[in-house]
């Protein structure tokens, strides 16, 4: 479709001011004025079904977390050198949903800022430099960070320290071995290894939901890691606070404890405040001491009690509105839905993954190959259906299903019906 003129002139503007390297989503960008639960609304009204965001984890503009934001903001807001219970009680609480020894929280900015500070900390406690990741991982823009993600590509090279492995797939005999070979090289180099990180979604590795198969690759990766005198840290800034829903059987809100890790240092983030930035790293107290005796840790916008207030409304909300097991019920349900649609359609493979945090590869018929063109198109004709998704993975041909976890029944079937309705319109 032609872009209107409003459109037009405020990508002009945009193009004219903002830095090349950001990027807008579709040919015909959208613009929203206002969201409400899963839902966003642009100018002329037109409402838009998310199944992208993941970020407002309780639903977009939730009225519990503004008003407490409001709130806190019309009061005070300094920073965590000052005593403030509100910090106190939200870090109690948050610890407590974590494993005993995962006691400490130290809160960040931003996902990238956990795992920055992670490494430096597994640095600093190792005397070590390499990191081990998986082949197509993301972890963040920090200098350091991007040194350890590969899925940037590009001018962002790897560093020198940073080793890939394959991720657990099938038997998981191949990370295993990579993680043997990792090791002897970053040894040989001098390097030693510093730590294992690993996004317990992999989503950018093809969204690898746990297995018996994943838990126990995981298990010898870990223990070779740390027979190196390595780390390990989990990075839950997609799957954490219960992405990955929640069950009777699997009540756990991360993704390592679903795939049996049992990380030193975990990094959180993205959705922890519905959308204010707000991040942490929660570890073990013996290697925060360490750290803290050497480093005098201040983050200027990081726990201040805006961003407290934010956190502490959207951990009650999830926890009042019973989220992650709502998510656990309807991704269950909308992944059924997925099967069903992928059974009768050649274009679709492999519907997989935990939760509400879903992947379908899109392939092409004749050679059953990823299809990265056809998962764009589908992205454009969904948008032209008013639904929010996008494509991810090695070849960036699956969709990648992540709504805001209030994401009822009815939203799965007005996405599965609308992504039959692109599918048909692709041929
Ligand atoms: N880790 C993972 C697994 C992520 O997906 C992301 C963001 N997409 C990050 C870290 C970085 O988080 P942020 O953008 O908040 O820096």
């Not at 991982?137 to 940073?162: F, K, M, Q, R």
């Not at 639904?387 to 041909?397: F, Q, V």
């Not at 990648?400 to 799965?412: E, M, N, T």
């Amino acid at each position: 479709a032609a872009l209107d003129e409003r459109t037009r002139a405020l990508i002009d503007r945009r193009e004219a001011v903002l830095s090349p390297g950001y990027r807008l989503f579709y040919a015909h960008p959208v613009e929203f004025v206002r969201g409400s639960g899963t839902k966003l609304y642009t100018r002329d009204g037109e409402e838009f079904l998310d199944v992208y965001n993941n970020v407002p984890v309780v639903g977009h503009a939730h009225p519990r977390v503004a008003a407490a934001i409001a709130e806190q903001a019309a009061r005070l807001n300094t920073h965590t050198r000052y005593l403030d219970e509100g910090l106190i009680d939200y870090a109690e609480r948050l610890v407590e949903a974590f494993p005993a020894a995962l006691d400490t929280l130290t809160l960040v900015c931003t996902g990238s800022e956990a795992n920055d500070l992670a490494l430096r900390v597994a640095k600093q406690a190792t005397g070590h430099r390499g990191v081990i990741v998986t082949e197509n991982a993301y972890h963040g823009v920090t200098t350091e960070i991007a040194a350890i993600s590969p899925s940037l590509g590009g001018d962002d090279s790897l560093a020198a320290w940073t080793r890939t492995v394959r991720p657990p797939v099938g038997d998981g005999r191949a990370m295993v071995a990579d993680a043997e070979r990792a090791i002897a090289a970053l040894q040989a180099a001098g390097h030693g290894v510093a730590a294992l990180i690993v996004d317990t979604a992999f989503a950018s590795d093809g969204f690898l939901a746990p297995s018996p198969a994943t838990r126990a690759t995981l298990a010898a990766v870990a223990a070779a890691v740390r027979a190196a005198g390595g780390l390990v840290i989990a990075d839950e800034v997609q799957p954490g606070f219960g992405r990955l829903g929640a069950t009777a059987e699997k009540p756990s809100l991360w993704g390592f404890v679903r795939h049996g890790l049992d990380p030193d240092l975990v990094t959180i983030g993205k959705p922890m405040a519905n959308g204010l930035p707000v991040a942490g790293l929660v570890a073990r107290r013996p290697l925060m001491a360490a750290f803290g005796e050497r480093v005098r840790y201040f983050n200027t916008f990081a726990g201040t009690p805006v961003s407290v207030a934010a956190a502490r409304a959207t951990w009650e909300v999830l926890h009042d509105e019973g989220l992650p097991q709502h998510a656990g019920a309807v991704g269950a349900a909308l992944l059924g839905m997925l099967r069903e649609l992928t059974g009768g359609h050649p274009r679709l493979r492999d519907p997989r993954g935990a939760g509400l945090y879903l992947g379908v590869d899109v392939v092409d018929p004749a050679t059953g190959l990823p299809d990265q063109p056809a998962a764009t198109a589908l992205v454009s004709g969904l948008r032209e259906r008013r639904i929010l998704i996008s494509a991810s993975g090695r070849d960036n041909a699956a969709l990648k299903i992540r709504p805001p976890l209030p994401f009822s029944h009815g939203d799965a079937e007005r996405f599965i019906t609308e992504l039959e309705g692109a599918l048909r319109d692709l041929g």
